[in-house]
């Protein structure tokens, strides 16, 4: 007997962010407070790939057809966020990534701390 296999990954939203479990075991996972540039492009066989960086280009991959709802609302949160830009980078897709949106507010370092 047949029974459904196990996806390749698993994507979970939140209003914290985004987490991608991998069928390796591996995760990635970014808090949308982090994340300062969306990228379309990737294009696998079977489907579109949007990731989601962080100031220390770290991210979070997610594949188009992971996302839903709760995904796409949560995008519109980001500053300036254009949804028909998303659409437009969805339907001209290529190997190549494109920068859809990035943060207009670049974030600010770190403050140096002293410690006594």
Same mark, same amino acid.
């Given at each position: 007997?047949?029974?459904? #296999?196990?996806p390749? &990954? ?12 991998y *069928?390796?075991? &591996? ?5 949308? $407070?982090?994340?300062? $540039? ?5 294009v !696998?066989?079977?489907?579109?790939l949007?990731?989601?960086?962080? /100031? ?5 991959v997610? =594949?188009?057809? *992971?996302?839903?709802?709760t995904? @796409? *609302? ?5 500053p300036?966020f254009?949804? $028909? /830009? @998303?659409?437009? *980078?969805? !339907?001209?897709?290529a ?7 990035r #943060?207009p507010?670049? =974030? #600010?370092?770190l =403050?140096?701390?002293?410690?006594d």
């Amino acid at each position: 007997m047949h029974g459904n #296999s196990v996806p390749d &990954s698993y994507v979970y939203v939140t209003e914290e962010g985004v987490t991608r479990h991998y *069928a390796d075991g &591996s995760v990635e996972a970014l808090a949308w $407070e982090d994340v300062v $540039e969306v990228r379309v492009g990737g294009v !696998t066989e079977s489907d579109i790939l949007i990731v989601l960086l962080d /100031r220390d280009g770290q991210g979070c991959v997610v =594949p188009r057809s *992971a996302t839903d709802a709760t995904f @796409l *609302a949560r995008l519109r949160y980001l500053p300036e966020f254009d949804l $028909e /830009r @998303l659409s437009e *980078a969805f !339907t001209a897709a290529a190997a190549a990534y494109v920068v859809v949106w990035r #943060s207009p507010d670049p =974030p #600010s370092p770190l =403050p140096d701390l002293e410690y006594d």
